[in-house]
């Protein structure tokens, strides 16, 4: 008798919780560690409550908040991300040098493969994007908005170069994507590496060719109707 009141009484405590976790499924009732069941999502770039959170990793330690201040883990990179470049030695003043770190980008290849048909029509769509308002579809320095920045470059004429002056390579020309140059700002919030080394082989294709000079495969013209000169 005992034991079937016991029998009983488990039957009815699991028909309960059955019944109280499975009411609705917009109510799930009763869930067992549900900070497990429900991960807490943060958007990067959302206000978040100071009383909770800090941004300072010793406040958060002494006062018991949780420290996220909006940076990737340190040492890691997105996924499908290129890995970045070997970092310049720091100058005497403790700062990167900045001299080292073209010297040191210049010595750079391009780590992509030629591009495909299709990579080539994209790398021509970034490069109208970022790149042709100011410096034009043929990368000579007459886009829309090049007059009134002033001092725009021709890129054409960096990679070039000229007599006892040699021509920018492909690592300068990333570095000057990534970290920018005299008025250009950096574009490496906006382009990814892997799209700034793409961006890197459409602008070869722009070099004017020699009669000994075959015409790179894949090249794709700026389309006029969405950059004018």
């Not at 206000?47 to 883990?73: C, E, G, L, Q, T």
């Amino acid at each position: 008798m005992k034991r079937l009141t016991y029998l009983t009484a488990i039957a009815i405590a699991a028909l309960t919780i059955t019944v109280s976790s499975c009411d609705s499924k917009r109510e799930p009732g009763k869930v067992y560690m549900p900070d497990m069941a429900y991960s807490r999502a943060y958007e990067s770039y959302a206000a978040r409550d100071s009383a909770i959170f800090s941004m300072n990793m010793f406040d958060a330690y002494s006062s018991h908040k949780i420290f996220y201040n909006n940076m990737p883990v340190a040492g890691t990179i997105k996924r499908g991300e290129l890995f970045p470049i070997t970092v310049a030695p720091n100058n005497a003043l403790g700062l990167v040098d900045s001299n080292a770190l073209i010297n040191l980008s210049s010595q750079l290849k391009n780590p992509l493969e030629p591009l495909t048909h299709k990579d080539s029509l994209e790398a021509a769509r970034l490069f109208n994007i970022n790149c042709a308002v100011c410096h034009g579809a043929k990368a000579e320095a007459n886009g829309p908005v090049a007059a009134k920045i002033g001092g725009v470059k021709s890129i054409i004429a960096a990679v070039t170069g000229g007599p006892g002056v040699p021509g920018f390579s492909d690592g300068r020309l990333f570095y000057v994507m990534t970290y920018g140059q005299n008025n250009m700002g950096s574009y490496a919030s906006q382009l990814d590496r892997k799209q700034r080394w793409m961006i890197v082989q459409y602008i070869r294709s722009l070099e004017p060719k020699t009669a000994a000079e075959p015409a790179t495969t894949g090249a794709v013209k700026s389309d006029s109707a969405v950059v004018k000169k």
